[in-house]
């Protein structure tokens, strides 16, 4: 079964920085537009970043556009998501998703439903 593995994540104070990695289960992240969702407490799951797979393309949400980066390395087949001047809004679980966008190579999905794979999420909790 195809499955993202994220790591990073954890505790930090507002305006602090984090980084969450996204790796696969052992499949070539190359054909896929990479995105980074997040599930704040109570509240449904929203996408903040997306990355194309050809990676000239990256999407915002207003919320975190100037403080969020999404990046991907092909080498080491990795996408990751620096966050940065976190603030106690950004709390909650962040959640990697794939999208196998091969005849599409500058589409980023907008929905949730429309990826296909996922990874299990990673808690962030920023502290006021």
């Known amino acids: 079964q195809l499955q993202l593995v994220q790591s990073g994540g954890g505790l930090v104070q507002s305006g602090g920085s984090l980084k969450l990695s996204c790796g696969t289960s052992g499949f070539p992240l190359d054909y896929y537009a990479i995105a980074w969702f997040h599930q704040a407490p109570g509240k449904e799951r929203e996408r903040v970043a997306c990355?194309?797979?050809?990676?000239?393309?990256?999407i915002y949400e207003d919320s975190v556009k100037d403080r969020f980066i999404i990046f991907r390395d092909y080498g080491e087949n990795m996408a990751y998501l620096e966050m940065n001047s976190l603030q106690p809004e950004d709390t909650g679980i962040y959640y990697c998703?794939?999208?196998?966008?091969?005849?599409?190579?500058?589409?980023?999905?907008?929905?949730?439903?429309?990826?296909?794979?996922w990874g299990l999420g990673t808690q962030v909790t920023v502290s006021s």
């Open positions: 998703a794939a999208h196998n966008t091969i005849h599409q190579p500058n589409w980023c999905p907008q929905r949730e439903e429309q990826y296909d794979i």
């Open positions: 990355i194309t797979r050809t990676g000239d393309d990256r």
